[in-house]
């Protein structure tokens, strides 16, 4: 099996949530609609909405690589900067 998981952990900046919301809409919609080999990407926001998990499945290396790929210009927006900062997870192996 060649599926890949990971979880993104991204913090919204004090002010930056209708922004961040933005851009994380933008995200659902390329995935919706471009993506060809994402399984899951499901995202869930704290209590307090100053953090979101994001749980990604790919069914491959190549359909990773699409995803990344039309995120395009949106990536470059998650990257840290002053609307989020994101660090990535990997889960443990079993």
């Known amino acids: 099996m060649n599926e890949l998981q990971g979880i993104a952990r991204l913090t919204i900046h004090h002010g930056k949530l209708e922004e961040f919301k933005r851009l994380a809409a933008k995200c659902m919609e390329s995935v919706r609609t ?4 994402t399984l899951q990407y499901d995202w ?3 209590s307090d909405y100053a953090e979101c998990l994001i749980y990604e499945r790919y069914r ?6 699409e995803h990344i790929a039309n995120l395009g210009a949106i990536a470059a927006l998650l990257r840290p900067a002053p609307a989020l900062a994101r660090s990535a997870e990997r889960p443990a192996r079993s």
Do not use: C, P, Q, V
């Open 44 to 46: 869930f926001f704290s």
């Open 34 to 37: 471009k993506d060809t080999g």
């Open 60 to 65: 491959d290396s190549e359909a990773l690589l």
